[in-house]
């Protein structure tokens, strides 16, 4: 969001109504990440996922739109090959949250001239979403921390972009709410692979 607000300021964007209702969308969903986090944190299970269908593929394209201006940036190509829509039964909200966390982390650990995949395929009993990467990867000792709370795999890289450790902590606990799977492969200076599962039911 700031990094959309500072280019239209700049005059790097022009100020559509296109883009001011998506910032306002972020802001709408960012008020309500707040409260969902802290349900997450104090471990209040009470916090119900409500699902219904909705199409995946448009959410993805309007998510890119919202990191245009940090792509372009870092001259990062990113190849979203997705033409055709996907229904996914999963709450819309809490489901973006993830992909924008995981799409954040991709550009933030991506050089500049690196390169981003996303891939979403429709199975018989999931739907499987994959964001990868080629930039600095994450250490084999640290694969199996990364989804703990606080925890930050490169802490002086981390502290330069912001990062908090507890992304990724948000993250698995979406996925698991929504009974769904989430699995990483990395190597250093190769790049990262994160997939979601999620049931179709």
Do not use: W
Not at 84 to 110: E, G, P, R
Not at 148 to 166: H, V
């Amino acid at each position: 969001m700031q990094g959309n607000i500072e280019a239209m300021i700049d005059g790097v964007f022009i100020p559509s109504k296109e883009r001011l209702e998506n910032l306002k969308l972020d802001i709408e969903r960012l008020s309500r990440l707040v409260y969902d986090v802290e349900k997450i944190v104090s471990n209040d299970n009470k916090n119900q996922v409500i699902k219904y269908k909705y199409d995946v593929v448009n959410e993805v394209n309007n998510i890119l739109k919202t990191f245009e201006k940090e792509i372009i940036s870092k001259k990062i190509v990113v190849n979203f090959t997705n033409k055709n829509k996907c229904l996914i039964f999963a709450n819309k909200d809490k489901m973006n949250q993830v992909i924008i966390n995981l799409i954040s982390n991709a550009i933030k650990y991506t050089d500049e001239n690196g390169k981003i995949g996303i891939d979403i395929i429709k199975n018989k009993d999931c739907t499987q979403i994959s964001i990868n990467d080629n930039g600095i990867g994450i250490k084999e000792k640290d694969i199996t921390y990364i989804f703990e709370y606080l925890y930050r795999a490169d802490k002086s890289r981390s502290r330069n972009t912001g990062g908090s450790g507890i992304g990724l902590y948000v993250v698995k606990n979406i996925v698991e709410a929504h009974r769904g799977i989430i699995t990483v492969e990395s190597k250093v200076n190769k790049g990262s692979k994160f997939t979601i599962k999620i049931p179709n039911k």
